[in-house]
């Protein structure tokens, strides 16, 4: 068994939470630790609110609150829309509140800055006369200079390259709309040129390892063409972690930077909620472990190119094995963009949205949200076909063998496919070629074959072929239990309900079904079952 660091892309807490962040690193970051769990795999998931981000200190000025403020209340409300999906990581640092981040990324700077790793340049930078202030990030709105998208002066939510310290096309000031002037202005930096090397090697020995998907490999294409920028890490503001050294006092760190140092802090703060000390740096330093790391387009930068160039500045901590990076999800149209925002957890099934969620994740390019689909998904897949499935099986074992699993040897084609789905959920939850949406599509095809093949089902026992109807209906309680174990990391309330009518093992740590191999028996020959189960999914909302 392996141990695993799974890390979530730390979202800004400036707006409310959407289904669009919910869809992206967060559910797959669930799904790869819920799968791992089974496997019998010790893994670590964390994550943190970017709650120094210029965009709360921007949000918060337009709204007349303290940064402290909107991020507390909004931090909250992101808190509460994780829980109620489901995908909460194990430790969800809140930066303003929580000090050791500040402290970790602190450290982390002054080892680099001692190291050389670090330096002083001076950089174009764009300042509002009107406001008096510089304007980083979230404080300009323009176009990428390397797409045309509509972009801040952070990175592309679009294509995803950095717009500093070059900037935008056609800046202006997002409070009063001026065009700033552009002004030097000294920052601390770090060369990203000088580890083009070796982010060569790493990137080489990691695809080696595992299938990365398309767009973080065409984007380094893409990134590797030309010179690497030179990162600031620095940036004259109010509100963000201070520069800890003299002269800098104007100075905060900006929080490309910070990220990945306050990934290491909240895998100490997990530990440390565990009564252990001093785990994260070992832990991140260990060969052993692996690390996967889950984002959205708008960090992909950071994700495969700063923070892996930082660790390797470093020198003693481990780089991510796989980078998954979540295209951008839309609502489709006003009726879906009405339950867009995250309280939509509070009026719909959880389970049906996590796996409608994975089911239409294009994992190659952005897709939408359609309430419409979902329905669809709802009323055909789950309530209409996972629930009269399971209805059907139970129904039958109740008329025919008095609730009671039969001796007969389990056989027909739902043994095969009982075989098939442990091994394909296997292979496509795996962090060699993650793919929730294969494993998605690939549930929703043995609920389908299973509805057909009851039909053959029911031919049998009318036919009075006993013993081969008594030996496909036990194949069909063996798929249906292994539907479940394998669905739990998708589904994980409703796998940990219908497990407990089944009798299953679950673990009660992770409180999932235990895994099991494709050929082992799962219900045993003469377990009684439930002659009905509850309503789990419903169709209304």
Known sequence: MNTYVVTSAPPSPDTDPHLGRLAGSFLGADVLTRHLRQRGHQVRYVGYCDEHSTRVASRAAKSGVTPHALARVVGDRMGDTLTLGAMRPDWFTRPLADFAHAHWVRRFFLALWEAGALEVREFPALRCVPCDRYLHEADVRGSCRHCAAPADGACCGSCGLPQDPEGLVDPRCTDCGA???????????????????????????????????????????????????VVPVSRVADHGIP?????????????????????????????????????????????????????????????????????????????????????????????????????????????????????????????????????????????????????????????DFRRTVPAAVPAGPMTIERRDLTRRIADALGTEAYSPLRAAEDLATAVERALIDVRRLRSLREAGRGREYAAGLTAHVELLAAFTVAAAPLMPGWSAFLAGELGLAVDQESRLPVWADEDERLVPAGTVLPEAVPVYFHEQW
């Open 243 to 399: 520069v800890p050294l003299p002269g800098w006092e104007e100075h905060v760190l900006d929080t490309g930077f910070s990220g990945i140092w306050g990934l290491v802090a909240a895998t100490e703060r997990l530990a440390e909620a565990y009564g252990e000390r001093n785990v994260a740096l070992p832990l991140w330093a260990d060969p052993a472990t692996r690390i996967v790391a889950f984002t959205g387009v708008d960090q992909i930068f950071a994700h495969v190119a700063l923070w892996p160039a930082l660790l390797l500045a470093e020198g003693t901590l481990g780089l991510p094995d796989q980078v998954v990076v979540s295209e951008t999800v839309q609502p489709r149209n006003a009726q879906s963009g009405a339950v867009w925002d995250g309280d939509f957890l509070r009026r719909t099934n959880a389970d049906a949205l996590r796996f409608h969620l994975c089911l239409t994740a294009a994992e190659g390019a952005e897709s939408e949200f359609s309430l419409s689909e979902y329905a669809d998904t709802v009323t055909t897949v789950l309530a209409g076909g996972l629930e009269t499935w399971t209805d059907t099986v139970l129904d039958l074992l109740a008329e």
């Open 179 to 229: 065009v700033p002037d552009t002004v030097a202005q000294r920052r601390i930096a770090f060369p990203l040129e000088g580890y083009r090397e070796q982010l060569a090697a790493y990137h080489d020995k990691a695809w080696g390892a595992a299938e990365w998907r398309p767009r973080p490999r065409a984007f380094l294409d893409r990134l590797m063409a030309a010179e690497l920028p």
